[in-house]
Every structure is written in structure tokens, then in C-alpha cells.
């Protein structure tokens, strides 16, 4: 069939007639008028004109009409692109390089003291600028591989650095900058510290252009003048005077790499001298720029090798200011750290381009009197030129207003002036020993004490009585024996400073006579979480308090002078707790500052709990181990404490006016750890009940002179309190208690559990009174 044509298909005869009628209807359409009685068929509408921007869709109905199509998507990214590039551009244009912030325009910090007079000033620009053939090539490189490795190849802004360090703190690493050298350059030479969006577009605008206007080296010369160094030192020259003592054209490699860590973290870093967790962070840090300085390949392996064998650059040790002589240097440190506190804008390089005027909660006359107390009991007591072991005596007090918590006064050490730049009145890291024990009281009036395994917490008074004899062993509240490695039996043998016997007293005669084993017993039966939580409720850090333990509760924790003598001012307010602070305002050019309002006390413990632990320490003064404070001539109320191996020895005491904390320990200067007290003033023993006592004493005296002597207020009856099992005069609802624990003999007997033994220490020794 291949050869013959294929016919089209045929129509049916209706479709035919279909199709003819309508060409003959449209072929006479034309010529049909109105009234003829021909039907005229309606014309098309005129079709719609054409927009220039389809949007809202033509032709569509519902949500659709409202979907823009993949080409106007793709014209409006091109737009929003394009209409971005035209902003930068004009930006960039239109933008200026502003001039230099003009040295003369930097300004000391003033602080003053409660009464409004100079305290101090500081602040005072530190900086020799140089030029950059005077920075050693290697030194310059140290900063280079540290800050910024394409410095010498980028336009003056790095975005791929700037999404990384947004990436890095998305991951939850710390803060970083994303920022070049030369960024830091127009930051620190240009603009302002501020932390906004326009700043830092100001930022990225005039480093680009300023790229293009300096050369590099003209732009690292700027760069190195203008760091901040910490020690006040602003530049590359005062930095290497300040650190090492040397003119920056004498710095070697080793000592760059140091001074470009301590950009990074100045604030921490300026105590590399002294303090060991500056030390440790600053040696990591300049280990990784020699690092950087090998991988950039500016040093070799080999090079590399050699400075690490040669050891960390130690820094020489900090000697501010003049100005800051005696106690002021304490002061300043302290105010400094509670505005950077309160204040996260207010960096170490805000404060040391100056401006502020910071005004402080620090008496002037209480601050002397308390320095001269502190000079004429170690006049009359240590005697350094005859006995070495006096040499290294180390003082730290605060004095705080139980009712505002305003820091009165601090005693820090010999001052900056003489070398001794570690405030010994807010350091952590010496025990309390058993001034802690009024914390384990109040936490048991508060919460009571499980004396019977699987039983609810009973109620305890300062009457309840538990076993006070040396070397007894010590149960949870399971019931099972405190384990204890290095005791010879495996299980803890609680010690008292001496053997004596007591047998069962009360808690109240065991503060006064500071007995550790009833105080170690209470605290495992109220439980760790207890205790803890008192603490931290009257004001001290979680992170300054020991791991449970047996000792824990009569005062391995190590909170500093500052906080202990709140915790006592809260004894003495009834129980509301005022945080000690220590500045009540801060201008800058002039402007107030928010965020330094007073403290408002809160209640930490119930009135009736805290005027109980009131009245026992009243008698610690009376009749106990505090008695030397009966000089003072007025009511007090106070608790002693010495620690174990005898490394600190603490009074804390207070009136309804004022709360008074002193420590004193020994330590070495050239290997800072705590070393014994024993034989310091010729003791063979030294308890808080002696030196830091008459510290206190002859303080209190003198501040208080002229103020009436307050009594404080009368305890609450708290009720009938529970013994320990094994008591004299059981209740009736106990059973015969078993054999009395353990005894000097550390004999196990047949029902002893042991548990896994603490990995804290514990104070096993005859003292902690």
C-alpha cells in the first residue's frame, strides 16, 4: 500500500454542515444591521495591556496569584543585589578616613573614696610610639601569625576570617573577632570601642579604603603603637618596659610571641608574673604563635625546638603606678573588677584610654585604722629579722556594713608599692576551717538532720547533742562509716585538736569550744546538699566550695575574706543578706552610667534561724575559744577557725554595725602554696583565736569608737531539738542505741558498711578549731 497516497480523513456529513454554517454566519455577520432580526454575535473583549511587572500573576486565581514566578524571583535577587553593590559602593565613595583620635584627648580614671575625695587615679596614657624598623622583623611576624597571616596579601578586611569566627562562636567556642590588623588599626587609631553594627560597617568601609591610601608597613607601625598590652601599656614600646624591662628593639622572638598572646587577653595575662592560672593560660597561648610561626614558615622546626627548650619568657614582676601606694592599689583592683562586672562595655582598654570617674563604698578613716591594726599586732607578734618563719606571714581582712553590705574596708597585703600586688582580702584558695561551722548550724536549724536511717529529718536546736570525742568514726545518713583511704583501718577516725573527752554535748558548747567531731557527724546528717545551698544562700561563690567530703563541713572550702565577712553580716542582719559591693556610681564624660544601684537584700535565712547562730557565737567570744575579743568592750558575737596542718588562722566577728573577717597564713613567695603556721610569734600552735584575733580586736575598737554598743536581738525559741542516736536521755521513741561509735582505738566493728571513699581530702588531723 506504500505506493498509493494516503486520503486525509473524511468528515461526516453534519460536521460538513457545521463547518459551512459557521463560515457562511461569519462571512455575513458583517452585513446584517441592528433590526433585522439577524442574531448578531458579541464581539471578543479587547485583551488586557500588557504590565510592566506581572505581580499580583495574571491568570491566576487563589494563593497562586500571590506566588511570584522563578523569574521574577531571579530578578529580585539580582535587584537586591545589585541595589546593595550601588549602597557599598556609595558608601565607600562617600566615606571618609576621619582624623587620628588625638593623644591629648586621653584622660586618667579618678576614684574616690566614700566621702568624696580622691582615692586614686590611674589610667594615664603608657605609650611611646615607634617606628617599624625599631620592631625587630621577628617580633613583627609573631604578631602577624597570631592576628592576621594574610595581612601582607588582603584588601584590609578578611570576610572569610570574619565568617569563621562567626562560625566558631555559633559552635559554642569563645568570643572572637574575625578582624584584621588592619581593622584592629582603624578601630584603635580612628574610631570609637563601641560595639554596634554602624561602628563596625564604619570599620570594614575605611579599612578598605585605608589599604589603598597606606602602605602595609605604614599600617602594622600604626597597629603596633596603638595595642593595649594590659599593665596600663599602650603600645608595642611601653609593653616591652613594662613586661621585660627592654626597649622593644632588644626583644627576641620568644618575648614577641609573649606580647602578641597578651593582645588576645590582656586582662589576664598582665598577672603572668604571679598568678598561676595567668601563667598557665598565657605559656598555651605563646606555645601556639611560635607554632603559627612555623607553620607560616617564618621559623623552622629546629628554631622552634630551641625556644621551647629554652622555657616560657617569664615576664618581670608588675610594679604600677607610684600612685598606687599602701592599701590604695587593693582598692582600685577591686572597684575595677566589680565595674567590669556590672559593666561588660567597660573593658581593660576602655579604662585605659580613661574618662571615668568611679565612686567607691570605701571609708578612708576605717581602711587606716584597719591597715594599723594589721602593722601594730605584727610589731608586737612576729619578729622577721630573728625568726625566719615570721618572714613570709601573710595578712588579709574586709569589713563590711551588715545592713547595705558596703565594703568599709580592706586590708590586701604590704601594698603594690612594696611588691605585693595579690589582694589578700579577695583571694581564694585558703581554707576557712572552722568558721564554716556556723554555715553547717544554720543549715541544720533550717532543715533538720536524718539521725535515723530510712526516718525523715528530725529538728535540731543548739542544744542538741551529739557524741564530742576525738577519733570517732563518722556514718551517712544510710548509716554506712565514712571510708577513708589513709586511715591504717579504711575508714574515717575524726579528729578533735586535742583527745579530750567530751562524750555527748551540745552543739552550742561545740561551737563554743570549736570541737570538730559533732560538726563533722551534723553535717552528714543534714547532707552536703544542705549545707551547700546554705552557703551559697548567704552569699558565697559555688565555685570556692569544697567537694563532699567530711572535711567540708568543718572548712576545707576557700572562700575569700570579702565573702566570709558577708556571710557573718548576715548573721548580724537578722538573715537578710546584703551582697558586699564595692562601687555606688560611675560617670564617663560626664554621663552616669546604669547598672550601679546598691545591691537590695534579699532573705537568706529565717530571722529566728540566724539570731540562734547569733546567740552560740556570742559565746565562742564569752566562753570559748575566742575570748581575746573580750577586749573590745562590746557586744560580739564571732566564731574562730584554723585548718588543717595549721596554713590559716581566721577570726570573723561582727557587731549589729559592722562585720569583721581576718585570715592570716604564711606563704612563700618564690613557690606560692601555703606553708604551716607552726611556730610563726613564737607558737608552737597559732589558732584564729590568737593573732587574727587581736587584729580584729584592736580594728573593731577603733571603728566603732564613738558608736553605741548595740545588743543584738533575742533568739526565737526554736523547740525541742533531737540528739544524736547513743545520747544521754533518748527520746521514747527511739530504740537502745547500738555501741557508741568507733573510739580512739579505730577498731572496725562487725556491722561497719564501707562505702567508696571521697576523693576530696578530708580533715583528719587534731585541728580545724
Known amino acids: 500500500m506504500s505506493g498509493h497516497r494516503r486520503r486525509p480523513p473524511q468528515r461526516t456529513i453534519a460536521g460538513s454542515r457545521a463547518a459551512g454554517d459557521r463560515a457562511t454566519d461569519r462571512r455575513a455577520a458583517p452585513h446584517q444591521t441592528p433590526g433585522t432580526g439577524g442574531s448578531r454575535r458579541p464581539r471578543k473583549p479587547a485583551p488586557e495591556r500588557k504590565r510592566w511587572i506581572d505581580y499580583p500573576r495574571g491568570g491566576r486565581t487563589g494563593p497562586r496569584r500571590w506566588l511570584p514566578s522563578v523569574r521574577q524571583l531571579l530578578a529580585l535577587v539580582l535587584l537586591c543585589f545589585g541595589a546593595t553593590a550601588a549602597a557599598v559602593g556609595y558608601a565607600y565613595a562617600t566615606v571618609t578616613i576621619p582624623d587620628p583620635n588625638p593623644s591629648t584627648q586621653l584622660q586618667s580614671n579618678v576614684y574616690y573614696w566614700s566621702d568624696g575625695t580622691v582615692l586614686a587615679t590611674d589610667g594615664s596614657v603608657n605609650r611611646q610610639n615607634v617606628t617599624l624598623p625599631q620592631v625587630p622583623a621577628d617580633v613583627q611576624w609573631d604578631f602577624i601569625a597570631a592576628e592576621n597571616a594574610s595581612f601582607y596579601t588582603d584588601p584590609g578586611i578578611d570576610p572569610q576570617g570574619i565568617l569563621r569566627a562567626v562560625v566558631h562562636m555559633a559552635e559554642g567556642g569563645s568570643t572572637q573577632s574575625g578582624s584584621t590588623i588592619t581593622q584592629q588599626f582603624v578601630k ?16 570594614l568601609l575605611i579599612s578598605a579604603k585605608i589599604g589603598a591610601v597606606m602602605s602595609k608597613q605604614q599600617i602594622l607601625q600604626g597597629y603596633l603603637n596603638t ?25 627576641d622572638v620568644s618575648q614577641g610571641a609573649f606580647l602578641a598572646a597578651a593582645v588576645n587577653e590582656p586582662s589576664l595575662f598582665q598577672y603572668a608574673d604571679s598568678d598561676p592560672t595567668a601563667r598557665a593560660r598565657a605559656q598555651s597561648r605563646w606555645s601556639w604563635v611560635l607554632d603559627r610561626m612555623v607553620a607560616i614558615g617564618k621559623l623552622t622546626p629546629q628554631q622552634r625546638a630551641r625556644y621551647a627548650a629554652a622555657g616560657f619568657p617569664a615576664p618581670r614582676k608588675w610594679a604600677p603606678g607610684s600612685g598606687l601606694t599602701g592599701q590604695a592599689g587593693y582598692l582600685v583592683q577591686l572597684a575595677r573588677s566589680y565595674v567590669q562586672a556590672h559593666d561588660p562595655a567597660i573593658t581593660d582598654s576602655s579604662l585605659s584610654r580613661g574618662g571615668y570617674q568611679i ?49 568599709l574596708a580592706v586590708y590586701g597585703g604590704d601594698g603594690f608599692d612594696r611588691a605585693h600586688y595579690s589582694d589578700n582580702a579577695d583571694t581564694s584558695g585558703v581554707p576557712v576551717g572552722s568558721t564554716f561551722k556556723p554555715i553547717v548550724l544554720a543549715a541544720a536549724l533550717q532543715n533538720g538532720a536524718v539521725l535515723q536511717p530510712g526516718k525523715p529529718a528530725e529538728p535540731i536546736t543548739p542544744a542538741s547533742k551529739f557524741d564530742g570525742d576525738d577519733g570517732i568514726q563518722i556514718k551517712d545518713q544510710q548509716g554506712h562509716y565514712v571510708a577513708d583511704d589513709k586511715d591504717p583501718t579504711g575508714l574515717l577516725h575524726q579528729h578533735n585538736d586535742t583527745d579530750q573527752r567530751w562524750g555527748y554535748i551540745s552543739l552550742r558548747k561545740a561551737m563554743e569550744q570549736s570541737v570538730n567531731t559533732p560538726y563533722v557527724q551534723l553535717g552528714e546528717d543534714v547532707g552536703y546538699g544542705n549545707v551547700a545551698r546554705t552557703a551559697e544562700s548567704l552569699g558565697l561563690r559555688s565555685g570556692s566550695l569544697a567537694a563532699p567530703s567530711a572535711g567540708f563541713y568543718i572548712g576545707t572550702s576557700t572562700p575569700s575574706a570579702i565573702r566570709m565577712a558577708g556571710v557573718y553580716a548576715t548573721f548580724a542582719a537578722e538573715g537578710m543578706r546584703a551582697t558586699p559591693y564595692s562601687v555606688t556610681k560611675v560617670t564617663h564624660d560626664g554621663s552616669a552610667l546604669a547598672g550601679f544601684t546598691a545591691p537590695t537584700p534579699v532573705r537568706a535565712l529565717p530571722t529566728a534561724v540566724a539570731d540562734n547562730v547569733t546567740d552560740v557565737l556570742r559565746g565562742v567570744i564569752t566562753r570559748g575559744t575566742g575570748t581575746k575579743a573580750q577586749a573590745l568592750g562590746r557586744t560580739a558575737a564571732g566564731k574562730t577557725g584554723t585548718t588543717d596542718d595549721y596554713r590559716s588562722a581566721w577570726f570573723i566577728g561582727y557587731t549589729p554595725q559592722l562585720a569583721t573577717s581576718v585570715v592570716l597564713f604564711r606563704e612563700d613567695p618564690d613557690h606560692p602554696q601555703l606553708q604551716s603556721l607552726v611556730g610563726v610569734g613564737g607558737l608552737q600552735k597559732v589558732f584564729g583565736g590568737d593573732i587574727p584575733t587581736e587584729i ?31 545520747a ?10 547500738p555501741a557508741k561509735r568507733g573510739g580512739s582505738t579505730g577498731k572496725k566493728t562487725s556491722t561497719t558498711t564501707k562505702h567508696a571513699p571521697t576523693s576530696s581530702p578530708v580533715c583528719r588531723h587534731r585541728k580545724c578549731r
Open 696 to 726: 580584729w580586736t584592736q580594728y573593731m575598737r577603733d571603728a566603732l569608737a564613738g558608736l553605741p554598743d548595740a545588743a543584738f536581738p533575742g533568739p526565737a525559741p526554736l523547740g525541742h531539738g533531737a540528739d544524736e542516736l547513743g
Open 227 to 251: 595595642c593595649f598590652f594590659g599593665r596600663q601599656a599602650n603600645g608595642i614600646q611601653a609593653a616591652a618596659r613594662t613586661y621585660y624591662g627592654l626597649p622593644v628593639e632588644k626583644l
Open 188 to 203: 584603635n587609631t580612628y574610631l570609637d570601642q563601641s560595639q554596634t553594627i554602624s561602628r563596625k560597617f564604619r570599620e
Open 728 to 737: 544521754p536521755s533518748p527520746s521514747p521513741s527511739r530504740t537502745a542505741p
Open 359 to 407: 565612686r567607691t563604698t570605701f571609708d578612708r578613716k576605717k581602711t587606716a585604722e584597719l591597715a594599723r591594726a594589721v602593722a601594730r599586732v605584727r610589731k608586737q607578734r612576729l619578729d622577721p629579722a630573728h625568726r625566719s618563719v615570721d618572714r613570709d606571714v601573710q595578712v588579709g581582712a574586709a569589713s563590711v556594713d551588715p545592713a547595705t553590705g558596703r565594703i
